[in-house]
């Protein structure tokens, strides 16, 4: 059994996170330590899963670091230069995603293509989240708009309720209109692909990984 980290496991993510890994004994994995804010760490682990705020990120990719463990996180809004850390990485594995799931990740290379097919359209993103959440727009919406050459302040957003997330890209002109939507129907969405890139990233060398090289591999592995 690999022994699994879990900083923030007391949050939405930490515990979908968790549930996963106790109801699938044959992924080989077992939460050894759950970390929450301002913990020091006691016993052994061999990956650290991060979801839980920009503070928290650092603090447990120093602790990642410091016991030589992969590191992945998908805490959003980090800063800048915590970013340029994690991508000059040498000593340990590091993934950063700021949306985990492999389903989002082709649906924004859908959009991607999209932008590009319908070059001439106008271009509008709009996405809908649960209340709690701190950050807008998105990481999500950010990496889309990113695609769609669109500014972060064009994105409209909403927070209502205990929407999981929903991201809606549209192309309009005079005569139609395309729309694309990605609409998250639960969290596991996410914990399960986090549990997924997190076995995937113990057997990788050190180094910074993104959804980019996880999704090349997992499309290398669906042509066998
Ligand atoms: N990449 C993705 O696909 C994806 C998907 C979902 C969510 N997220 C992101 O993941 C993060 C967490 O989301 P969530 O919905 O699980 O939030 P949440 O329910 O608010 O949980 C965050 C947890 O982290 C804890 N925490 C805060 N600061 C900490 C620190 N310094 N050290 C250790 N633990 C700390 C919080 O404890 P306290 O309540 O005591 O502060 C809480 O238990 C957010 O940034 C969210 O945007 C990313």
Do not use: C
Not at 99 to 120: C, D, H, I, P, W
Not at 140 to 153: F, G, N
């Amino acid at each position: 059994m690999k022994k699994v980290l879990i900083n923030g496991a007391q949050g939405k993510m930490g515990q979908a996170i968790a549930r996963l890994i106790q109801t699938h004994p044959e992924w080989g994995l077992e939460v050894a330590v759950k970390r929450e804010s301002g913990q020091s760490v006691l016993g052994d682990f061999d990956v650290v899963i991060d979801f839980s705020s920009p503070q928290g990120a650092q603090e447990a990719f120093a602790i990642a670091r410091k016991h030589r463990r992969p590191f992945l996180t998908g805490t959003t809004n980090l800063p800048e230069t915590f970013l340029f850390q994690m991508q000059e990485e040498e000593k340990i594995p590091v993934f950063y995603a700021p949306n985990v799931s492999l389903s989002v990740y082709f649906f924004t290379e859908l959009v991607r293509q999209a932008a590009k097919m319908y070059a001439g359209y106008g271009a509008t993103l709009h996405e809908v989240h649960h209340v709690h959440k701190k950050d807008a727009p998105s990481g999500t919406a950010k990496k889309l708009a990113d695609v769609m050459d669109l500014a972060y302040s064009q994105v409209t957003y909403e927070r209502t309720g205990e929407v999981v997330g929903t991201h809606t890209a549209s192309f309009v002109s005079d005569f139609d209109e395309i729309t694309l939507t990605h609409q998250a129907k639960n969290r596991d969405l996410f914990a399960e692909s986090a549990v997924q890139i997190a076995l995937w990233l113990m057997k990788r060398e050190s180094g910074f990984y993104t959804m980019s090289d996880y999704a090349k591999f997992k499309l290398k592995e669906h042509k066998k």
